[in-house]
């Protein structure tokens, strides 16, 4: 049995990881589940984004799987996002996002590439100071960080078979911080027996486009990544599809790319395959590997045989499509 803890969150991830909690009973994953609070629902009822029980737990779990929290509105300078703060307490220092379509039917281009994201600093340290007329933003970029998510994008290509990792920063104008990245990629990628590229990020979005074919693998810096992978996940089909992992060295946190979507909270809309293959990614990670294949096996026939929500064409609800999914993955 491996300990996992489960936060729904706000707006759709309660929607959406209640599907994919019944898939991981219905593939009979040998979890033990713990549930736990965080977010804006539970700051209403608690007084706290991110209660101390919650931090327990975790600390105590083997992998997370969360959904999505909604951002308060209205400025509060005491508010630091509770998502950010876990990240940095448990060290999930890369946000790995793997991008594909689900099935040919689905998204704009051929796509088949995993964004590798430094997740602890850059543009994400939240340091920012009044100027005279504006506001200075610092963005931080260690060695140490670099250093340590070239490895791990290293380690995926390996560990998946692809053959070349591209590099993207944007040091023609960030020199200094994005010079040091693009210096310790190509320390790190010499001699490792993967191929090295490099793009510049305002290249690296158009190249998703137009050949995304040509990537395998890309390795940046937070603020890149973030939009790079929404980017990706909307030319494969949307972020309904879009799962993630935040990862550090002994824990990591399985989330659906997507937000808590308010506009169709509550509204039976959600389309819970990021959350599901979340949760199969979570089981790859626990050494689930083939009820994680079984799990993305059934994703793939389900689209093929048009088994969708709204966002993909189909005409499904959320549980609906969950219970049609269920019954293709038990005759499978
Ligand atoms: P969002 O990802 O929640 O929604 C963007 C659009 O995609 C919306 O039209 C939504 O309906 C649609 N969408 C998202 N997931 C979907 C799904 N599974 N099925 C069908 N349609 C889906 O991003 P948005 O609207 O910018 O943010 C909403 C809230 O979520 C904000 O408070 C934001 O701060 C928060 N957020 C939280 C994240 C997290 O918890 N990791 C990540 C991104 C945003
Ligand atoms: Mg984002």
Same mark, same amino acid.
Not at 104 to 113: C, E, K, S, Y
């Given at each position: ?27 009979? =994953? ?58 940095? =307490? ?114 690296? =979005? ?125 005759? =499978?």
């Amino acid at each position: 049995m491996r300990k996992v803890t489960v936060i729904p969150g706000d707006g759709i991830g309660p929607e959406v990881i209640g599907s994919a909690l019944e898939v991981l009973r219905a593939v009979d =994953a040998p979890l033990e589940v713990h549930r736990a609070d965080m977010g804006l629902a539970c700051y209403q009822r608690t007084g706290s984004y991110l209660p101390q029980e919650t931090l327990d737990l975790l600390e105590e779990s083997d992998a997370a799987l969360f959904g999505a929290i909604t951002s308060p509105t209205t400025y509060d300078p005491d508010y630091r996002s509770p998502l950010l703060r876990l990240r940095k =307490a448990f060290d999930l220092y890369a946000n790995v996002r793997p991008v594909r379509r689900p099935h040919p039917t689905v998204g704009l281009v051929a796509l088949d590439v995993v964004i590798v994201r430094e997740n602890t600093e850059g543009m994400y340290t939240g340091v920012e100071r009044d100027v005279p007329g504006g506001v200075i933003t610092e963005r931080l970029v260690t060695r140490k960080a670099c250093e340590r998510i070239v490895d791990r994008a290293l380690s995926i290509c390996r560990e998946e078979g692809r053959k070349s990792v591209t590099c993207v920063h944007k040091s023609n104008v960030l020199r200094r911080s994005d010079g040091l990245f693009r210096e310790v990629f190509w320390e790190r990628v010499r001699g490792s027996g993967i191929e090295g590229r490099e793009l510049l990020v305002d290249a690296a =979005a158009a190249a998703l486009v137009q050949r995304p074919e040509s990537l395998e693998c890309l390795v940046t810096l937070n603020l890149y990544g973030d939009i790079l992978s929404d980017e990706a996940a909307a030319l494969a089909g949307g972020l309904g599809f879009a799962p993630s992992v935040n990862l550090g060295e002994s824990f990591a946190l399985f989330e659906p790319t997507h937000g808590s979507a308010p506009d169709i909270a509550g509204k039976d809309r959600a389309n819970p395959v990021a959350a599901i293959l979340s949760a199969a990614m979570m089981l790859r990670y626990l050494e689930m590997d083939e009820k994680a294949v079984r799990i993305e096996r059934t994703v793939t026939e389900a689209i093929g045989r048009g088994i969708r929500t709204a966002d993909a064409g189909g005409r499904m609800g959320t549980a609906e499509f969950t219970k049609r999914f269920l019954e293709l993955l038990s005759s =499978a």
